[in-house]
């Protein structure tokens, strides 16, 4: 699994776990709707940090917390 990929299934995974939709994440966070939408649709190779850690920000979760799942082990991702 490539690293945006992995990004886009935690989000998706946040989101569900919290019953947000990408809508609500956008009110939250102050993210445009297209950038979530791009995001989860893994439209970007990478994502910036400062647009993670203000997604974390608006599902209200550590950026640790974020990384902090199976989906980021290392031998999972590839390089």
Request: proline share 3%; charged share 20%; net charge negative.
């Amino acid at each position: 699994m490539q690293l945006n990929q992995a990004v886009s299934a935690r989000l998706a995974e946040l989101l569900r776990e919290r019953g947000m939709t990408q809508y609500r994440l956008y009110m939250q966070s102050g993210v445009s709707k297209s950038t979530i939408s791009n995001v989860i649709n893994c439209a970007y190779d990478s994502v910036k940090l400062r647009v993670i850690h203000e997604l974390c920000q608006g599902l209200g979760v550590g950026i640790g917390e974020f990384f902090a799942s199976p989906l980021f082990d290392e031998d999972k991702l590839e390089p």
